[in-house]
């Protein structure tokens, strides 16, 4: 037999809990036959340097499956490479909520924190899209940015850019 994507990591039980309630996703477990997570973010969504069954879109997408048979749960990967916040939140309406996902898992920052961007500008992105959200039910997660070496110093510690953006994506700023 041979082996699937997930053999080749196993993760911790404890990085499996989020330890928050996603009451739209529970819902759509307990109700619908089928229904859309969305994910969203940049190149470590979009899955670049990774072959298709191992962007985390793709793994949540078999782990899901694995843990659930009934409802049909679709992953829908919406990352595109290079993207940040502002781009991100400009494609909701269209690209996002048009779909009508019962999760949406929306990574940010890498990009703001690796090319110097304005990360105001990028944290009002991040509003801008979490209020296209609120008018949908849809549970929301803002995942952390990726943590490639670019986000680090020499001595393997976030750079400055990394904090502050860590900072400004926590749910006490939002």
Not at 16 to 26: D, E, M, Q, S
Not at 70 to 89: F, H, K, M, S
């Amino acid at each position: 037999m041979a082996s699937s994507a997930l053999d080749c990591c196993n993760t911790p039980p404890e990085l499996c809990k989020l330890g928050v309630h996603l009451p739209n996703l529970a819902k759509a477990l307990r109700e619908l036959d089928a229904f859309n997570v969305v994910a969203i973010g940049s190149s470590s969504t979009a899955g670049e340097g990774a072959s298709p069954p191992t962007s985390y879109p793709s793994r949540l997408s078999a782990a899901l499956a694995s843990t659930f048979s009934r409802p049909r749960i679709y992953v829908l990967n919406l990352g595109i490479g290079g993207q940040e916040a502002p781009d991100e939140a400009a494609r909701f309406k269209t690209d996002v909520i048009a779909k009508n996902p019962s999760l949406v898992i929306w990574q940010v920052g890498t990009n703001a924190a690796w090319k110097d961007y304005f990360l105001e500008d990028v944290q009002e992105g991040i509003f801008r899209g979490l209020r296209h959200l609120r008018g949908i039910l849809t549970d929301i997660i803002l995942m952390n940015p990726q943590y490639a070496p670019a986000l680090l110093d020499s001595s393997e510690r976030a750079k400055p850019a990394t904090d502050r953006m860590l900072s400004l994506s926590t749910t006490d700023n939002i």
